[in-house]
């Protein structure tokens, strides 16, 4: 069994400003588990994905590619596909 407390999730800058990601799991094999804290207005530009990505808003709203998402709103994205994720307000998203 894997455990990760809240309290001992270390944050770090996602190299976007306004965005920080806390590892919760990875596997080493391209699949991970984090959370995404971003700043309203921030934006994680158009960028592709080698494998599948799973959004879950636990916080806030964000937009993907002109869907909007909001609390409890979820969004799975295929390898290869293409999308950029801006925060509408402050937001918490799990990846």
């Given at each position: 069994m894997h455990v990760t407390?809240?309290?001992?999730?270390?944050?770090?800058?996602?190299?976007v400003p306004g965005i920080e990601r806390g590892r919760i799991w990875g596997s080493g094999h391209g699949v991970a588990v984090e959370f995404c804290r971003m700043k309203a207005g921030?934006?994680?530009?158009?960028?592709?994905?080698?494998?599948?990505?799973?959004?879950?808003?636990v916080e806030g709203r964000i937009d993907v590619d002109g869907t909007e998402l909001g609390r409890g709103d979820y969004a799975f994205t295929e390898p290869g596909e293409w999308h950029e994720v801006t925060a509408l307000e402050d937001c918490v998203v799990l990846l």
């Open positions: 407390r809240a309290a001992e999730r270390p944050f770090h800058d996602a190299g921030a934006v994680y530009g158009r960028h592709p994905h080698r494998h599948w990505e799973q959004m879950f808003v």
